[in-house]
């Protein structure tokens, strides 16, 4: 079955960086666009970044663009998610997903089908 397991992430002070990762199984990986959300305590969960199958197209939210990388390595079946200058705001709980086949639409949570369990970050000041 599809399974989505994200790790890397942790504690870190503003400005600091940290690398997420999700590994995923069951299926083939390259096949799919995949993407990463956040969810903040008491706010929904909202959009970070994606990218395509074979890594060619990348997608980000206007809150991380410039500060925040999404890569892929199909070899690894993993993404990652490269986030620098971090700022407290961006603490939250992160989760990868994976984008349904059909769908043409990365911003959208209810285009991906498969979740992972998230991973905390906490930026503090």
């Known amino acids: 079955q599809v399974q989505l397991v994200e790790s890397g992430g942790g504690l870190v002070q503003a400005g600091d960086s940290l690398r997420l990762s999700c590994t995923a199984s069951?299926?083939?990986?390259?096949?799919?666009?995949m993407g990463w959300f956040r969810q903040a305590p008491g706010k929904e969960r909202e959009f970070v970044g994606a990218?395509?199958?074979?890594?060619?197209?990348?997608f980000y939210a206007d809150s991380v663009k410039g500060r925040f990388t999404i890569s892929r390595d199909n070899a690894k079946n993993t993404m990652y998610l490269q986030m620098n200058s971090l700022k407290p705001e961006d603490t939250a709980v992160y989760y990868c997903a994976r984008k349904a086949g059909y769908s043409y639409n990365y911003y959208s949570s209810s285009s991906y089908t498969y979740w992972g369990q998230g991973t905390q970050v906490t930026v503090s000041s």
């Open positions: 069951g299926f083939t990986f390259n096949s799919y666009g």
């Open positions: 990218i395509n199958g074979n890594g060619g197209s990348s």
